[in-house]
């Protein structure tokens, strides 16, 4: 029962540019800031953004994120096959006083 | 390093109890809440709880009030989770995360557990 909506799947061919959207309300992304995971196959989510656009220092600038009102946007320039996964966008409800997840888009790479 | 091990993986009846470990390393355990995420297969992630491990304090998500208890021994820098009486639907992977807070006070995750994977099944 994921508050925050997102795609279910997008694609592009490597180099290509991809876009993926996260659409909350007010009690979330309306007043809080939002975060970008990776989750590649197998594996544990990774932390790719936080605070609306920061990247942690091991993460390339090929990825980046903005927000607005109560959407989210996480960009990935020049797709690699190592960018096949899903990823979550996630934040703080505060009319539920938790964490909050989107419910997951997967990349393809073509 | 930051680092975040969790037991290994599960298999267990309906009806069984079974407790889940998350041992965090290369930072202060106690300064940190510690997140636990659920994951079914293939869904999405699902916030469950955090723990404070300095004092025990705990936020748990109404989704999962009384299903599962969130537990910490600081001594040994470990978080647990905890369930009574398993059922087949609480099959799943199960993510420890510890939570940091930006400098827009709001907070996220920065490093996750492998996970552990908890199968039920009679």
């Known amino acids: 029962q994921s508050v925050l909506t997102q795609p279910p799947s997008v694609s592009a061919a490597p180099g290509q540019k991809v876009t993926i959207y996260c659409s909350g309300s007010?009690?979330?992304?309306?007043?809080?800031?939002v975060a970008w995971y990776q989750q590649l196959p197998g594996a544990a989510p990774k932390l790719l953004i936080y605070?609306?656009?920061k990247r942690p220092s091991d993460i390339p600038d090929r990825f980046s994120g903005s927000k607005s009102g109560a959407s989210a946007t996480l960009g990935i320039t020049g797709l690699q096959t190592g960018d096949e996964a899903d990823y979550y966008c996630?934040?703080?409800?505060?009319?539920?006083?938790?964490?909050?997840f989107g419910t997951g888009t997967k990349v393809t790479v073509l | 390093e930051v680092q975040l091990v969790q037991s290994g993986a599960e298999v267990k009846k309906p009806g069984e109890s079974l407790q889940i470990s998350c041992k965090g390393s290369?930072?202060?355990?106690?300064?940190?809440?510690i997140g636990w995420v659920r994951q079914k297969p293939g869904k999405g992630l699902e916030w469950m709880g955090n723990?404070?491990?300095?004092?025990?304090?705990?936020r748990d998500s109404p989704s999962f009030r009384g299903q599962v208890t969130l537990s910490a021994d600081k001594s040994i820098s470990t978080a647990f989770l905890q369930w009574s009486s398993l059922r087949a639907s609480d099959t799943a992977m199960y993510y420890c995360?510890?939570?940091?807070?930006?400098?827009?006070?709001?907070?996220?995750?920065?490093?996750w557990g492998p996970g552990t994977q908890v199968t039920v099944s009679s």
């Open positions: 723990i404070y491990p300095g004092d025990s304090d705990i």
């Open positions: 007010t009690s979330n992304l309306g007043i809080n800031s």
């Open positions: 290369g930072y202060n355990f106690n300064n940190f809440w």
């Open positions: 996630g934040t703080w409800d505060s009319n539920l006083s938790g964490s909050v």
């Open positions: 605070d609306n656009d």
């Open positions: 995360a510890r939570r940091a807070r930006g400098s827009s006070g709001v907070t996220f995750f920065d490093f």
